[in-house]
């Protein structure tokens, strides 16, 4: 599966060969630019949440993926998950706020979701 936004070169870190990491690289970056257009009081709110949930998908599936056993790898996996989950919901609240369109929310939860689904497959296979 080729992943939008693939073009950076692998630097031989291990997470960069699992398409999950790839995905929620591609999510992040498309939260991003849906935050840019919540207001300019949101910034440090709930625009600030949104990211670093964002953020935090990839970021945990890295940190794990250095991690000596593959049950602490899955911890990291099942933290990525709860991000995941929390993107979702912040979501939610954006569009009840009226900061993000309802289409504009369903693309981003269809992706949250599609990565929720390749975390789930990852640790299966971690733990058996």
């Known amino acids: 599966m080729r992943v939008e936004g693939r073009t950076e070169r692998e630097s031989g870190f291990n997470f960069e060969k699992l398409e999950v990491w ?13 935050t840019r257009a919540f207001p300019g009081d949101e910034r440090f709110g709930l625009t600030t949440q949104v990211r ?14 250095s991690r000596a056993s593959r049950l602490d790898f899955a911890r ?5 998950a709860g991000s995941v989950f929390e993107l979702v919901s912040q979501l939610s609240l ?15 939860c269809e992706h949250a979701a599609r ?4 975390l789930s497959g990852l640790r299966k296979s971690l733990v058996g």
Not at 23 to 32: C, D, I, K, M
Not at 115 to 118: Q, Y
């Open 76 to 80: 990291f996996i099942e933290i990525a």
């Open 115 to 118: 990565v929720s689904r390749m």
């Open 22 to 34: 790839w995905e929620a690289q591609a999510l992040a970056e498309r939260v991003y630019q849906a």
């Open 94 to 108: 954006a569009t009840r706020l009226g900061y993000l369109g309802d289409e504009e929310r369903g693309t981003l």
């Open 52 to 65: 670093r949930a964002a953020v935090s998908i990839s970021s945990n599936i890295a940190e794990g993926s």
